[in-house]
């Protein structure tokens, strides 16, 4: 059993910034990767950036060089700081964590999301 919860979200202006939080409470489960998707009305989620276990990190085209994910020393909460924040960042974001069950399968689990939005 895996909680995900999500924080940080809210309203700011063009060129600001925002840091989202993500815990992942888990038992029996072993995390392989964590990260950030985002969903605008009408369209399914996209991968915003994620991490591995191992450090590595990816970031969809849009966002690289304004958003930097980052992970706690525990590796089970990751970051999102966004800089230079758009109006079309605008967005309800959702934590995924990515790991293995006790079984050995494969699952994933996702927070409620938190909403962004990027306005004058």
């Not at 895996?2 to 700011?12: A, H, I, K, T």
């Not at 392989?32 to 990190?57: D, K, N």
């Not at 494969?106 to 909403?115: D, F």
Request: charged residues 20%; proline residues 2%; neutral net charge.
């Amino acid at each position: 059993q895996v909680n995900v919860v999500e924080s940080g979200g809210g309203l700011v202006q063009p060129g600001g910034s925002l840091r989202l939080s993500c815990e992942a409470f888990a038992s029996a489960f072993s995390i392989v990767a964590m990260g950030w998707y985002r969903q605008f009305p009408g369209y399914t989620r996209e991968l915003v950036a994620r991490i591995h276990q191992s450090g590595t990190r990816s970031y969809d085209g849009s966002v690289a060089g304004r958003f930097t994910i980052s992970r706690g020393d525990a590796k089970n909460t990751i970051y999102l700081d966004m800089t230079n924040l758009k109006p079309e960042d605008t967005a309800v974001y959702y934590c995924n964590v990515d790991g293995v069950g006790a079984t050995g399968e494969r699952l994933e689990y996702w927070g409620l999301g938190t909403q962004v939005t990027v306005s004058s």
